[in-house]
C-alpha cells in the first residue's frame, strides 16, 4: 500500500517532496490510514481535526484519538470545535452543508496562516463510484461522470487510487487506530444509501467492481478532455465578446452537430441549465425571447443569443451646467464644446451632434430615455417619434437599448446620444455659434 501511494502521488505529480501538507484528518478509516501513510513516506504535513460537536461523547473521542496520533508522530495539530446546529438554524442551512462550510472555510486559515501548500482529503476509490452513481440518478452531463477530481486547485485526494476494502485491510494490517462513525450505518442520507444497498447488488454482478470502474474513470477522463476539446473548436466558430455581451452566431448554433450540448456548454457557466436548452431552442425563431438565471439575462436577437449580466439599472441623471464641460458616463464620457466656424465635413458620424447654440439652453440634462420620450429625428422634416419606436427600427437589442441616454434642454431632446439630434435644434446658414456634442 505505502508503495502503491507513493507511485501514485508521483504519477498524478500531486505536490512535490518539499511540500508542506495539511491533512483533513476526522478520526475515521480513511483518514487514519491517510496520515499514516504520510508520516510513513516521510512527507511534511500538519493535521486538523474538526470537532463539530454532533455526536456528543463520540465526537470527543474522535479529536482525542486524532490528538493523540499526531502527538505520537511529533507532527502540528490544529483543533476546532464548532456549534454546528447552531450556524446551521441561524443560517437555515443544512447540518451537513453547515459543516462542510464551516470546516473548508477553516482549512484555508489554517493554509494561509501556517503555510500549508495544499489540503489533503480521505477520499477513495469508493467515493468516486458512489459520486458518479449519485450523479447518474440525480441526472448529469460528462462532468459528472469523471467522479471526484484527484487534485482540484489546492485541494489533493492521494487516496484515490484505492478501494475501500483495500485501506480497511491496511489499517487492520498495520494496526491503525481508527474510529467508526455510526452515521455512516444510517440509510437518511443518499451517499450510504448508494453504498449499502445499491453497490452490493453491482458486485454480485461483478465481483471485480472497483478495479473495473478504476479502468472505466481513466476512459472517462480521457473522454471528457476529448469531448472538451471538441466543444472548444465549435466555440472559436460561433462565439464573439464585445464589452459586457457574449454573442452566440445562431447559424452557427443551428448547424452544429449535438447543438443541445453545444448551446449547453456554452450557457451553464452563467447559471442556466438543461431546461434553458430545450426553451431557447423552441424560441430560437422567437425574437426578443428572453431568458434569466440568478446571474444572466439571455435574449433572442435577430442573428444572434446575446448573454449579459444582470445589474440593478440606476437612473442615470447629469448636468452640463457650462460650456465647455466633459461629463463621466458609465462607459466613457459626453463633451459639450462651442465652434465658432461650421466644420468643413457635416457628416460627424453618430457619435457626434452639430447644434445651434441660440436654441438650447443651459443647463443640459443627460438621462436614460424613458417610455413617452419623443423627439424629432434630423431628416425628418418636423416629424414626431417616440423614441423607443426609432430604437425599434433601428434595430437595437434590448440590451442595447437598455444603454441608450439623451441630452434634453428645457424639457426637450436634443440628442439621442450617439444615434440622431433633433430636427429643431439644427444648425442652419444663419446660425452663428455651434454646439458639438461628442460621444466617447
Known amino acids: 500500500m505505502l508503495v502503491a501511494f ?33 508520516h510513513a513516506a516521510g512527507f511534511k504535513f500538519g493535521i486538523a481535526h474538526c470537532n463539530f460537536q454532533l455526536r456528543g461523547e463520540a465526537s470527543d473521542a474522535d479529536e482525542q484519538l ?60 469508493n467515493d468516486s463510484l458512489e459520486t ?11 462532468r459528472g461522470l469523471h467522479g471526484i477530481p484527484v487534485k482540484n486547485d489546492k485541494t489533493i485526494r492521494p487516496l484515490s487510487f484505492a478501494s475501500r ?13 481508527f474510529r467508526e462513525d455510526a452515521s455512516n450505518q444510517s440509510l437518511e ?8 444497498k445499491v453497490i452490493p447488488p453491482l458486485k454480485e454482478i461483478n465481483p471485480s467492481l472497483e478495479h473495473t470502474f478504476s479502468k472505466t474513470l481513466k476512459q472517462l477522463k480521457e473522454t471528457e478532455a476529448l469531448f472538451l476539446w471538441a466543444v472548444k473548436e465549435q466555440h472559436q466558430k460561433m462565439i464573439t465578446e464585445e464589452a459586457d455581451v457574449v454573442k452566440v452566431n445562431m447559424v452557427a448554433l443551428k448547424s452544429a452537430v449535438a447543438k443541445s450540448t453545444v448551446l ?32 444572466h439575462h439571455i435574449l433572442v436577437g435577430r442573428k444572434e443569443l446575446l448573454i449579459k449580466r444582470k445589474k440593478h439599472t440606476q437612473a442615470i441623471w447629469v448636468k452640463i451646467e457650462m460650456l465647455p464641460d466633459t461629463i463621466n458616463l458609465p462607459k466613457g464620457a459626453l463633451s459639450a464644446t462651442i465652434l465658432k466656424e461650421l466644420p468643413v465635413n457635416l457628416n460627424q458620424g453618430k457619435a457626434i451632434a452639430l447644434v445651434d447654440l441660440a436654441k438650447v439652453k443651459l443647463p ?12 424629432q429625428p434630423l431628416g425628418m422634416k418636423g416629424k414626431s417619434k417616440k423614441v423607443s419606436e426609432y430604437l425599434r427600427d433601428e434595430k437595437l437589442s434590448l440590451f442595447d437599448k437598455e444603454a441608450v441616454l439623451v441630452l434634453e434642454s428645457e424639457g426637450e431632446i436634443v440628442w439621442v446620444v450617439g444615434h440622431r439630434s433633433d430636427e429643431r435644434f439644427k444648425i442652419t446658414k444663419n446660425t452663428k455659434e455651434i454646439l458639438r456634442l461628442s460621444r466617447s
Open 6 to 38: 507513493q507511485d501514485y502521488i508521483e504519477q498524478t505529480a500531486l505536490f512535490s517532496p518539499e511540500d508542506k501538507i495539511l491533512l483533513a484528518i476526522s478520526g475515521g478509516v480513511d483518514s487514519m490510514v491517510m496520515a499514516s501513510l504520510f
Open 66 to 125: 486524532v490528538k493523540k496520533q499526531a502527538r505520537e508522530w511529533g507532527v502540528p495539530f490544529h483543533v476546532i470545535q464548532f456549534k454546528t446546529k447552531e450556524e446551521s438554524g441561524k443560517q437555515q442551512k443544512s447540518t451537513e452543508l453547515m459543516a462542510r462550510e464551516l470546516r473548508y472555510q477553516w482549512f484555508a486559515e489554517l493554509m494561509q496562516t501556517f503555510d500549508y501548500q495544499f489540503l489533503a482529503t480521505g477520499h477513495h476509490l
Open 132 to 142: 458518479l452513481l449519485y450523479n447518474l440518478a440525480k441526472g448529469t452531463g460528462i
Open 165 to 177: 476494502d483495500k485501506i480497511v485491510s491496511y489499517a487492520i494490517a498495520e494496526k491503525i487506530p
Open 189 to 196: 442520507h443518499n451517499r450510504n444509501l448508494i453504498r449499502h
Open 264 to 295: 449547453f456548454e456554452i450557457i451553464y457557466k452563467y447559471g442556466f441549465n438543461s431546461d434553458h436548452v430545450d426553451q431557447i431552442f423552441r424560441a430560437i425563431d422567437n425574437v426578443g425571447a428572453q431568458f434569466y438565471s440568478k446571474t
Open 364 to 375: 443640459f440634462i443627460v438621462r436614460k430615455w424613458k417610455e413617452g420620450d419623443r423627439f
